[in-house]
């Protein structure tokens, strides 16, 4: 049976299946209607058990939902007719609703109790709810998540919420930079703060705008200046007109200070300069200042202010007197001054070198040599304010390359956006079954994760839910193998199915009790067999057969176990020891006790012996046996049967050059080696030092030997740590140069003679010019510390070059290998690729399509029923059995066919009878 989704009947139309936590939402909002996904329930469950789905309703039966209850129905009636699986003989859900119309609701589910919520590793107390069909489940009584890389809440995510981040922090940075935010990092597993600004020009507000530890300072560090000027902004820098100097002064005037030295356009005046600055001379009412040709034909002339004549480019120029432009008058004061030409007068400074506003300075108040920054986040890059070719001031670095955006607090793309990562804060999940757990796209390590934290997989219950998420649901637990309840004769056989509490159950009652009989049965079933007929008290059994418990017998009398045939018998097979061993009520039967017999020292009689077998009086341990020590003279003196025995006779003997005898008795009955004295091939000489012991007295060489303890002459004395001759000194005239063993040391690049030759060092050629390492660039041979030689420029050298690796394709710390450790995982520069689901591990983490759930099960589309997730080519996953997938089977829909008209879409193509184009 299904639930279906929001919008289909129960029962019918099409849906998609839920996950497990997606499962739990569903049925906890059943009370509302709000049902997102299909969910399974077992199959009748909330349906009754004695309606025909097929047969027709009585007569007078209103059953609106068809679940066979209803005004007027055979049934009965109905608490709820608009449901189908809510009846009087529904199945109780944990829904919030009296699914079996008996007045109360989740009656089963122990709903406010208290339990611990959580999985394996995580838990935290909580109360059980509503949350699926047949157990309530536990549900936290708060939840406070900390940033510590920990599931606090165990909800399955980790530091969800940004915990500890979004209030106002102090940042590292100074100045206006220093505001910032506090931010719970994943990579760190700790709140960070983030500076919320970045650094500006400086500016007279009091305000350290460039973020370098000083306020309001200019780019030579010192007060912040700014030009001024009050009249026309057109006239500045012209004529007599210039601009002045305002300095910061905040404490002062909250802002710059006034206009120092700026000097404004003034009346026009008859006197060779422009002090209207409107670029003309003397243009005095409109006609120009008269002038006497015959005194004065022509004049040096200077439009620009006094103090900048000849100094830088500025010089003065030449003006002539018109005569006759107001009349015919040749030597009348009726001329008029010309314009001033040649002149050169100050312009805007700007940057060339070249002293514009000839105020005797090049190129100031340009800020050039001050400290400047191109580019914004990863590609700012610091340096100077210089000149650029069109006389503009530009900063001197060059902006870093942009790169592609990480997840690690910098603005790697240069588009002043921090972390501006694809898919952060999508939702994602992680493991599957019971350890699903739910989480956000968070930055984390440099790349971008997942926020959740899988779930420890927990032992395995019986509840339809995939605990130990396996991908398997209630495995393990032998569901539908054999089982048997009940005991004795009411033992009944069936099959292991889940009971209401998660656990399991056999699927058959047991038997009735009978009355008990001494069969070895539980007749009545009561655990306990043939009770009640004094089995197991003690008894004595027949002959030595002691002491035993009553039991039952073959024929259902009751005996003394111990007896022949009981269960613990003490029945042995007859002994001579004269007691009824067998319990046969019979002493030492079938032992011919009295006859005569042979013994090892004499005649005797057949006797019982102490072991329990028969034996002669006068053999060992007859009442007539009597042995005497046995002594080397060939007869059997301890009447055991042999003689001389113990003594070894005839075994091989010997010792040193008496070896190759044989054991033999002497004259006085004791055992002696033929060879050695006493014997009859005694072999004895005096002892002579050939390592062999020719006295037979156990010892070799003794009295014979040099002064090492050897035969012959003593050794000579070799370098070994030893006195080989013996004379009490050692390694004596056979030592090295160096006063050792052996050939001399080599020399090693240490400082010091290890030939002891004199000299130090010497081959390796120390001091002479070397290249170093990767990109550590040329020095000279020294010794590396280690006996061998380096270049000083090397990593560890006097002169080391060697610096911090970085992903550039050299070797910048000079070990020989190129951008280990900045390389990413796939041996390249720059961000790992992202995975895509194509068979390839392209990330290179060692994982392949991961995140893609290939091989995991799914449901086709229409009609194309389940299949497993697969690659679908182009990076993405598709359900193996949709159209394309390699499990795919067309069913065409033609009206042919019959599939136009079957409300099903039997081509999986999303359409469905008339709506497909395939169909008329």
Known sequence: MRLQSEGSALGGGSARPCGHRMALLVVGALGAGIVGCEIEVPEGIGLSTQYDA??????????????????????????DDSSRITHPEGYELCNEIDDDCDGRIDEDYRLGEECTFGYAGCRVPGFRACSHFDTGTCMPHSRHESCDGVDNDCDGITDEGNPGGAQPCVADLPGRCSEGSLFCDTALDEVVCRSLLQPTFERCNNIDDDCDGSVDEGEDGGPLVESCFSGDPEAE?????????????????????????????????????????????????GEGCACNAALTPSEVCYSGAPATLDVGPCAAGT????????????????????QCDGEVTPTEE??????????????????????????????????????????????????????????????????????????????????????????????????????????????????????DCDGATDEGLGLGDACTVGAGDCARSGVRVCGLEGDVICSVSAGDPGPETCDARDNDCDGAVDEGLGLGNFCDGVGECGEGVRECGLNGAVRC????????????????????????????????????????????????????????????????????????????????????????????????????????????????????????FDQTSPE????????????????????CGGCGAVPNET?????????GQTDEGVLNACGGCGAVPNETCNGVDDDCDGPTDEGFGLGDACDG????????????????????????????????????????????????????????????????????????????????????????VGECGTGALECDGAGGVRCSSDPGGTTYILVPETEANGKCSNTLDDDCDGLIDLADPDCP
Do not use: H, K
């Open 54 to 79: 097929g047969a027709a309703a009585p007569s007078g039966c209103v059953d609106e939902d068809g679940d066979g209850y209803g005004e007027g129905c055979a049934l009965g009636p109905d608490c």
């Open 237 to 285: 820098g012209v004529g007599q007109c210039a601009a002045g100097l305002r300095t910061c002064d905040y404490a002062l005037y909250q802002g710059v200070g006034p206009c120092i030295g700026a000097v404004a356009a003034q009346p026009e005046e008859c006197d060779g300069l422009d002090n209207d600055c409107d670029g003309v001379v003397d243009e005095v009412g």
């Open 319 to 338: 003006r002539v007197c018109i005569a006759g432009a107001s009349g015919t008058c040749e030597v009348c004061d009726d001329g008029v001054w010309t």
């Open 350 to 467: 700007s940057c060339n070198d070249i002293d514009d506003d000839c105020d005797g300075a090049v190129d100031e108040d340009l800020g050039l040599g001050g400290a400047c920054w191109v580019g914004v986040g990863g590609c700012r890059v610091e340096g100077l304010r210089v000149c650029a070719p069109d006389g503009t001031v530009q900063c001197g670095a060059e902006a870093g390359l942009p790169a592609q955006e990480a997840c690690n607090g910098v603005d790697d793309d240069c588009d002043g956006i921090v972390d501006n990562v694809t898919g952060l804060g999508d939702a994602c999940t992680a493991g599957s079954g019971a350890c699903s757990a739910v989480g956000v796209m968070v930055c984390g390590a440099g790349s971008i994760a997942c926020s959740a934290t899988a779930g420890a997989p927990a032992a395995e219950i019986c509840n339809t839910v995939d605990d």
């Open 561 to 680: 176990s111990t007896d022949p045939g009981g269960s613990g018998s003490g029945a042995v097979a007859e002994l001579c020891d004269g007691l009824d061993n067998d319990c046969d009520q019979q002493i030492d039967e079938s032992f011919p006790l009295g006859d005569s017999c042979y013994g090892a020292c004499d005649t005797g009689s057949i006797e019982c012996g102490d072991a329990g077998v028969p034996q002669c009086s006068t053999s060992p341990g007859g009442s007539e046996y009597d042995p005497q020590p046995e002594v080397c003279n060939f007869q059997d003196d301890d009447c055991d049967g042999a003689y001389d025995e113990g003594l070894g006779l005839w075994d091989d003997c010997g010792v040193g050059a008496c070896d190759g005898g044989s054991v033999e008795c002497a004259a006085d009955g004791t055992a002696v080696c033929s060879t050695e004295p006493g014997g009859s």
């Open 688 to 707: 002579v030092c050939d390592f062999s012991d020719n006295d037979c007295d156990g010892t070799t060489d003794e009295g014979v030997t040099n002064a």
């Open 719 to 727: 370098c070994n740590g030893a006195d080989d001759d013996c004379d």
């Open 773 to 860: 390492v990767g990109a550590c660039g040329a020095g000279t041979v020294e010794c590396d510390g280690a006996g061998a030689t380096r270049c000083s420029t090397d990593a560890g050298g006097s002169a080391s070059e060697a610096v911090a690796e970085i992903c550039d394709g050299l070797d910048n710390d000079c070990d020989g290998a190129v951008d280990e450790g900045v390389s990413n995982a796939c041996g390249g520069c720059g961000a790992v690729p992202g995975e895509t689901c194509n068979g390839v591990d392209d990330d290179c983490d060692g994982q392949t399509d991961e995140g893609f759930d290939v091989g995991l099960g799914c449901d086709g």
